[in-house]
């Protein structure tokens, strides 16, 4: 049991590249999450899913997608990166009282 | 502007000692309260909650107390143990719902042996 896995784990990024994260559970959760991290600042959420098919913008939606296909995927993609995305970006998915995160992938934009 | 704010960046307390970390809210209508402890290179993990019905929840070392009238929550490690060094995020929510949930800065603790 994995529980919630990101991919990749680091990455660099020049100023309007592209690029997708990964978020993977197998703990057939309904609800994901995807949060950054700034520092001073707590997590905030960006987008989530309630379920397969389905997303909704969380508090900092701007310059982000999501789509969740499968149910145990939750992808986040950045169309044209800036460096104010350059953070920490951490994956969660949600049982009936409980979260769980995934070990974040830390991006940087130049 | 933060509705959730730990003042304290960082903390440091001698093992076995009681370490307690403080957490303020603004918005009167958050009504359940959580902490998460994150390890670095990992992200967080749940520790302990409360719901606003509650002033006081226990859970082994770890207690967490709710002052509604201030706005004010605490979280007490008792005894404290080197591997309780992390960073803790204080979180509140207006529903049991994680979409609403709004986190703290963090406050990194260091319990020295």
């Known amino acids: 049991n994995a529980g919630v896995t990101q991919t990749p784990k680091f990455r660099v990024l020049k100023t309007g590249q592209s690029m997708t994260l990964l978020c993977a559970q197998d703990m057939n959760h309904e609800y994901m999450y995807w949060y950054r991290q700034d520092p001073g600042m707590g997590l905030r959420l960006i987008h989530y899913s309630v379920g397969e098919g389905t997303t909704a913008k969380g508090e900092v939606p701007d310059g982000y997608n999501v789509s969740r296909l499968k149910k145990q995927n939750f992808l986040l993609g950045l169309e044209s990166a800036a460096p104010s995305q350059t953070s920490v970006y951490f994956c969660?998915?949600?049982?009936?009282?409980?979260?769980?995160f995934g070990p974040g992938t830390r991006l940087t934009v130049l | 502007d933060q509705q959730v704010k730990q003042n304290s960046p960082s903390l440091s307390v001698q093992e076995g000692r009681i370490s307690i970390l403080n957490c303020d809210y603004t918005?009167?209508?958050?009504?359940?309260f959580l902490w998460y402890k994150k390890y670095p290179a990992e992200g967080p993990t749940f520790l302990i909650s409360?719901?606003?019905?509650?002033d006081k929840n226990e859970d082994g070392r770890f207690t967490v107390f709710l002052n509604k009238s201030a706005k004010h929550l605490s979280l007490h490690i008792v005894p404290s143990q080197p591997g309780d060094s992390a960073v803790y995020f204080c979180?509140?929510?207006?529903?049991?719902?994680?979409?609403?949930?709004?986190f703290g800065p963090g406050t990194s603790l260091s319990v020295i042996p």
């Open positions: 969660a998915s949600t049982s009936a009282d409980t979260q769980y």
């Open positions: 918005n009167s209508m958050f009504d359940y």
């Open positions: 979180a509140a929510s207006d529903k049991t719902s994680y979409d609403k949930v709004i």
């Open positions: 409360i719901s606003s019905i509650k």
